[in-house]
């Protein structure tokens, strides 16, 4: 492995949890009212860009942190959609 792919894998674990707090949060108080609806939306199409960029480009480290970014994402939006 070289350091571009730790590089990667690095930015990877870090961007997916930068959701997991939010996720938590949001699922213990169902509390949505400071979640900005454009955003969410929006968050969840670019994950969803960058799993197909990288399931295209075969890039594991892309492909891995929206296995799990894109997941938490959509349920922070469906509780919003759900109880904002």
């Known amino acids: 492995m070289d350091t571009a792919e730790i590089i990667g894998y690095i930015a990877a674990t870090v961007g997916a949890a ?3 707090p939010q996720l938590i949060k949001t699922i213990k108080t169902k509390d ?11 968050l969840n ?7 197909t960029y990288g399931l ?4 594991s480290a892309i492909i891995l ?11 922070i939006l469906f509780y919003k959609f759900r109880y904002g």
């Open 18 to 20: 930068i959701f997991l």
């Open 32 to 42: 949505t009212k400071a979640l900005s609806l454009p955003t969410f939306i929006l």
């Open 45 to 51: 199409f670019n994950n969803l860009m960058w799993l």
């Open 56 to 59: 295209l480009t075969s890039d």
């Open 65 to 75: 942190s929206q296995v799990f970014v894109l997941p938490m994402c959509l349920v």
